[in-house]
């Protein structure tokens, strides 16, 4: 698998036989993820040289695996490889029904989960777009028991898809679908977590599981 130019939160990256997971990813399952969205870098492996001493009459060298980060938005000029113009717009690319787009969770009501839509497609936005997940497009399968605040915290990192153009002021969109939900979520703790089935994500530090709407991992 090849490394992508620019990379969303959950998106996998690579094995762990193959790189070290540095800044801005994370580790499951033997396998990095991004934990933020942001232009992928990859840093050669280091290497540190043993002098030669008087027990020892050669030098020897030893290196690690080329590490992959994600830095932090905004970075300095020159700090980090550019993202290609092609990434980001100047304008945005308008969602459209069918579009898969990656947002972020603003506000849980009991019906509805409201969301800035901040990718669509490949594209990121140049400006947010709103957006709703109705209970009724949270899941395919016993629409009528979904509790919107077990599938969703403020915060979230959400990919979905678009529905309906929907009203004016919102689009809506459905995660009724194994591979769309929550891709990236943070515990009531502040601890980054990772999801360890269809219904739960897991606290890095704790240990503790905290209920949401999967996706599962591509």
Not at 28 to 42: D, E, F, M, N, R
Not at 106 to 135: H, K, L, N, S, Y
Request: proline residues 8%; neutral net charge; hydrophobic residues 35%.
């Amino acid at each position: 698998m090849s490394l992508p130019t620019l990379a969303h939160p959950g998106q996998p990256l690579g094995s762990t036989s193959k790189y070290t997971s540095g800044p801005g990813t994370h580790i499951y399952a033997s396998s990095i993820h991004a934990s933020l969205a942001g232009p992928v870098i990859t840093t050669p492996a280091p290497s540190t040289t043993t002098s030669k001493t008087p027990s020892s009459s050669s030098s020897s060298s030893i290196s690690t695996l080329p590490i992959i980060s994600i830095p932090r938005a905004p970075y300095s000029p020159g700090a980090y490889a550019p993202i290609p113009s092609a990434s980001i717009s100047s304008t945005n690319t308008l969602p459209t029904v069918g579009s898969i787009v990656l947002c972020r969770v603003t506000r849980i009501q009991t019906r509805q989960v409201t969301v800035a839509i901040v990718v669509v497609g490949e594209d990121v936005c140049a400006d947010d777009f709103a957006g709703v997940i109705r209970r009724e497009d949270v899941r395919a399968m016993e629409k009528d028991k979904v509790v919107v605040a077990e599938g969703f915290r403020v915060g979230d990192a959400v990919r979905a898809e678009v529905i309906s153009l929907g009203d004016q002021s919102n689009y809506y969109l459905s995660t009724a679908r194994n591979e769309l939900g929550v891709i990236m979520a943070t515990s009531e703790k502040g601890n980054t977590m990772y999801p360890i089935s269809w219904m739960e994500f897991k606290d890095s530090a704790t240990g503790e599981t905290e209920t949401r709407k999967v996706a599962k991992p591509f």
